[in-house]
């Protein structure tokens, strides 16, 4: 399985983290996205025409959505992963996948301006990545309530694997992440699992010392 | 706050490989300032009012000023012996004081816990006694002897090795480091932050390396290196105080280092204080 690969997209993340979090082996081919913007060659637009990494090969299969790759890795290995336990459960999924894309138009975008000087409305794309942060923290408050920990159950699924990298990525647009506590306790959870890996601006949880017990996401350890 | 000594130093402000006809805008030290490539393929740059900046093209990058440099830009011959890899990793904007950048760069205990089981891990987070001196010939501060085990220290190593290190500041926002070469022994990796103070918090940095590498393909190595600084960008951004404090007592000894308080020493001395702080608050 071939993954079309950049190192700090959080899109690409999503599949490197849950092939890992699954023990699937994937094959990495380094896309030069910045500063070299090979995802907008002619070799790469034949593979996917919207100009956008992650694009995942396997066999006569390519794929270039992250849900759709998410999808597929957790069919091959476990349908727990997949969130469609109930009726009511699969649709909160599919919402969460698609919440996922707004993350990257709002957060990833701030990122992109802040980080890469990508051209954009930064106190806009910030708005909106807000906007988003404040609804996922009154998801998360509810799930608490209700005795569960992820977004849709009291085990992970592909909706949190979706919508973890923009999050967790959110002060790399200058995006503070210290208004929303129980984002932050489920950033946490989702760090803790047997498997985690990381990427550049999230780092793992350092097991030999406490953390600090406010605003600490994001920071080192 | 004036710029002061700051003022007459070179910065990078592009790579020169991306200028073009089009040009590019940005900002140095406050002043916006405008780039572009002109019809006979010289490179101007100018401020917002027209006045045209003097120009310099070295390391991979297009380097300005706004005062009147005294000196031509630092040399680095080791990155011109033949046989290297110029890596153009490209530009990562910091919310961070310049200085602070580079000092992050000549620290090396940071290397266990922010660049964990790549350039250090735990439980090796000794770093052992080495040399730093102000070279007074070359007015250039310089750790040598520097050795730390690292699990890979660069994108050709297999395994962990011990490596050897230099690190090297030739101008107050930019750092030069070699490393031992996992591809050719006796030579040394050159690896450089350079970097162009946009305001006194906020800078965009522009990692440049001179490899001896020839079989990493050229994403791979600017993919590690990206790696490497986007690592730090978090920790360079929470940083407090913002500035860097140049009065000695003011901070915590343990994280500036013996490299770190001569350079520390090094830009009072020459009034370099764009992007300091020179009173304790
Ligand atoms: N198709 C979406 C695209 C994800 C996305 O936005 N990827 C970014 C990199 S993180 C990208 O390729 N952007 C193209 C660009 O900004 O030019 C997905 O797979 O989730
Ligand atoms: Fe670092």
Redesign the pocket.
Known sequence: MKLYD?I?????Y?VRLLAALLGIPLELRAVD?HPG?E??TPALLAL?P?????ILEDDDLRL??????LVYLASLKSSDWLGRDTAAEAARTEQWLSF??RL??SL?GAR?CEMLL?PGDLAALQAAGIAALRELEAALVEQRLRGERFLVADRPTIADIACFPYVALAPDGSVSLDPYPSIRLWLRAVRALPGFIEMPGIHRLHELKPEPVHGAEGEPA | MTIGAMRDEWYPVGLRSKVDANGQQTLLMGEPIRLHESEGGEIVVETADGRRLPVVIGHGHVWTSLGQPDKPLFAIPEADQPGRRLVEVGVVRVRCSPLRAVENFLDIAHFPFVHTDILGAEPHTEVERYEVEIREHEDEVWATKVKFYQPQAAKSAAGGITTDYMYRVPAPTCSVLYKTCPARPGEWDVITLFVQPLTEELCDVWPWMALYDDVTPMTDLIHFQQMIFLQDRSILENQIPRRLPLDPGMEIPTRADLTSVAYRRWLKRHNYTYGAQLVAQ
Do not use: D, V, W
């Open positions: 950049y700090l997209s959080p899109s690409c999503k996205f913007g995802h907008r996917n919207a100009g956008s990494i992650p270039t959505e992250s849900a759709a790759m996922a894309q990257t138009a990833g992109l990508r």
